[in-house]
């Protein structure tokens, strides 16, 4: 199989050693038969989601459309029929300049993050449908490159809320941690601290929290927010900035200098986004 199959980048058996080793408890998986298989301490019984984040790097000019088209007709029927869904496809408002697609893969468990691929490729309606994409020639890739990263959710906010499906943006931030402690410590403050209590009642409607297991600039943690627009957003944060509560935590000197850089991008999702 070629590397630059869609999908054949996801985390392979060879990765899942880290991805035990990363996570907490709540997310552990065991080994069975030569595999790992999830707990059942996951998603599927209310327990934490595995949030799967791919920026494709794209073409520009008349292939910036293949992967969207492709994801449209073939992939995302495709990842919802093995259990991978949601599926959300964003475009870049406001972040990197180059030609990117977002895309934010919801698992159950992770035996579909280590088997998608597989899983994919033994579809006869995914082979047949993306044929022209699946096998795409060196001379003609689809797209550039695919950075990915996996997630857990946080405990507090253990599944992905999907969204009313009207005129939106999203909000995705990510912060970086000096040293594992640190980033341990800012997610604490978001459950144990009542942060994400407080972004509820302050309006601000969040979609997903979660931790990075794998992905780079780690350690780190990812979450999106939603919004009507750039106005909406302007407002809500007012709110939050100046709610007591805000105040009251931000001053406590236990979640100290546990930030070391915020990445903020605003997306807006394609037509065909299931988020």
Known sequence: MKRREFLTGAIGTAASLPIIASMSSSAAATLQGGRFVANATEGEDGKQEYFELRK?????????RLLGDFLRKVGIPAMNRIGIGPVGIFNAMYGPNSPTLYVLLVHKSLDTVMSSASLLMADKEYRKAGAEFINTPLSEPTYVRMESSLMVAFKDMPKLEVPEKARRIFEL?????????????????FNEGGEIAIFKKTSLQPVFFGETLIGPQMPNLTYMLVFENMPDRDKKWGIFSGDPAWKKLRADTAYKDTVSNITDIILRPASYSQI
Request: proline fraction near 0%; aromatic fraction near 8%; hydrophobic fraction near 25%.
């Open 56 to 64: 494709y790097r794209l073409h520009v000019g008349s292939k910036k």
């Open 173 to 189: 931030r990510t912060y970086e941690s000096h040293s594992i402690k640190a980033s341990k410590k800012k997610i604490e403050m």
